[in-house]
């Protein structure tokens, strides 16, 4: 089974990306099963029901989100009947939505997909370590093939993670800083790892959005207005290649891939 992550989809240049570039992937690397980030999807910050509805449409099997989940009003109500979305599952008990799910392929396997956010850096929540222990189990009783997205701020968190869950679940992928990293790997027991994917958007920007107006701030220290642009659209991510029968990762290898036109 072949598994595509695709990195913090950011805005509209981010959907349009993922729109125009996914068929392709999924054609070039014999693609099963698509996961996608998507809590920027809404202008760069948050996500809405009818933005994630267009990723879906775009061929995403499943969504994950992250500390931005409650950003935009319009989500919270609206997860508890989003089935193909999975929030943080370590927030605490009683929020709307799901933390992990199981989802059918078109092949008839079954993938589990769970959503983490780390504390380090990060507005306090529940323990992710016990959060991933919890959910985990419950999943492989479905299936073998578990992919975890943590998003989190700090390497140390999320290589921690990996180490954490390895031989447990078949993927560790790490969202969030939007910045993809050159250190995946298959570890000892069979999990892939990659401390972030990177992101899907704006490449020539400051992760996502418009240079000047982040220079102006870090110049001035005066707040403005971020805008997401439409500079050079590309999409980041990973494909992971798992062994269907044990959920172990045969290989990893990062997605780079520029859009021919702007979002």
């Known amino acids: ?62 969504i994950t989100l992250g500390n931005h989940t409650w950003r935009k009003k319009e989500l919270a109500p609206a997860l508890d009947r989003l089935d193909r979305v999975v929030r943080p599952a370590n927030y605490p008990a009683g929020v709307p939505g799901q933390g992990s799910a199981v989802f ?57 993670m990996g180490w954490y ?26 999990s892939a790892y990659i401390t972030d994917v990177g992101m899907t958007g704006p490449l020539d920007s400051v992760i996502g959005i418009e240079r000047q107006r982040v220079l102006h701030r870090f110049l001035t220290g005066i707040p403005t207005e971020f805008r997401v642009p439409n500079d050079r659209p590309g999409l980041c991510g990973a494909v992971i290649d798992a062994d269907e029968e044990t959920g172990r990762a045969r290989s990893i290898e990062r997605v780079q891939e520029i859009s021919p036109d702007n979002g």
Do not use: W
Request: hydrophobic residues 45%; proline residues 4%.
């Open 1 to 62: 089974m072949r598994i595509l992550f695709i990195g913090d989809v950011v805005g509209h240049c981010g959907r349009a990306c993922v729109g125009r570039l996914l068929p392709g992937l999924r054609a070039r690397y014999g693609i099963d099963f698509t996961v996608a980030n998507g809590e920027n999807a809404a202008g760069g910050l948050g996500a809405t029901p009818d933005v994630l509805a267009e990723l879906l449409g775009f061929g995403v099997d499943a």
């Open 165 to 190: 869950l390895d031989g447990r679940c078949t993927a560790v992928i790490g969202t969030h800083t939007h910045v993809q990293t050159a250190d995946e790997r298959v570890l000892p027991n069979g």
């Open 104 to 160: 059918d392929t078109a092949n008839g396997h079954k993938v589990g997909v769970m959503n983490l956010i780390g504390r380090v850096y990060m507005d306090p929540v529940d323990c992710p370590f016990a959060a991933a222990e919890r959910e985990v189990t419950a999943m492989r009783e479905r299936t073998p093939v578990v992919l975890v997205d943590f998003h989190a701020e700090a390497t140390s968190e999320k290589v921690a």
